[in-house]
């Protein structure tokens, strides 16, 4: 499991990607746009998102999770293989 803050954890294999949150939006504005208009974004926490995560849910839909951890927090935590709280 990957925690992505606050208390969400999901499971490492439903990932398929990491992204930062600034870079993507500013190369790719409509791929965030459209998630959030197919109601797939889903915020973690209060905080300003830095890193957004796709991801598989079990019924296979892609869903969209903000987190406010950095792609490097995050990457370090799949590296380790193990949940991070």
Do not use: W
Request: aromatic letters at 4%.
């Amino acid at each position: 499991y990957l925690h992505i803050g606050a208390s969400v954890v999901i499971p490492e294999q439903d990932v398929l990607g990491i992204f930062d949150l600034d870079n993507t939006t500013s190369s790719h504005p409509e791929l965030l746009a459209q998630a959030q208009q197919a109601g797939q974004v889903i915020p973690v926490g209060e905080d300003l998102p830095k890193s957004f995560l796709l991801c598989r849910d079990k019924g296979g839909k892609v869903k969209v999770y903000l987190s406010q951890l950095s792609t490097a927090t995050l990457l370090k935590r799949m590296e380790l293989g193990s949940l991070t709280i």
